[in-house]
């Protein structure tokens, strides 16, 4: 099984910006599509963001579009969430996840991975 842990979240004001970041346990790290969904107290998980497993094509909700940038560092078993101009609209709880398919396109729905990290929490105040 794979364990995802994230790190880097924090408290900080609106138009700042912040790093997320997902160390991936396995050798199998490679093979997997990546994305990072969050979760806001009384919402349901959403999709923020997906890489390929190669991360030549990735995708992101319009919400973040232009703000957010995912890549990956397939050597270090990490997958990064580049998070500028951070809006109170933002706080969540931020998750990263895998899917263990080989696929060469984005999954958008959270039912679509397979593994999931236990999240870090990202609040932005106006």
């Known amino acids: 099984q794979v364990q995802l842990v994230e790190s880097g979240g924090g408290f900080l004001q609106a138009g700042g910006s912040l790093r997320l970041s997902c160390a991936a346990s396995?050798?199998?790290?490679?093979?997997?599509?990546m994305g990072w969904f969050r979760q806001a107290p009384g919402k349901e998980r959403e999709f923020v963001a997906g890489?390929?497993?190669?991360?030549?094509?990735?995708h992101y909700a319009d919400s973040v579009k232009g703000r957010f940038t995912i890549s990956r560092d397939n050597a270090k078993n990490m997958v990064y969430l580049q998070m500028n101009s951070l809006k109170p609209e933002d706080t969540a709880v931020y998750y990263c996840?895998?899917?263990?398919?080989?696929?060469?396109?984005?999954?958008?729905?959270?039912?679509?991975?397979?593994?999931w990290g236990q999240g870090t929490q990202v609040t932005v105040s106006s």
């Open positions: 396995g050798r199998t790290f490679s093979s997997f599509a």
């Open positions: 890489i390929t497993r190669s991360g030549g094509i990735t």
């Open positions: 996840a895998a899917h263990s398919r080989i696929i060469n396109y984005i999954v958008v729905s959270g039912g679509g991975y397979d593994y």
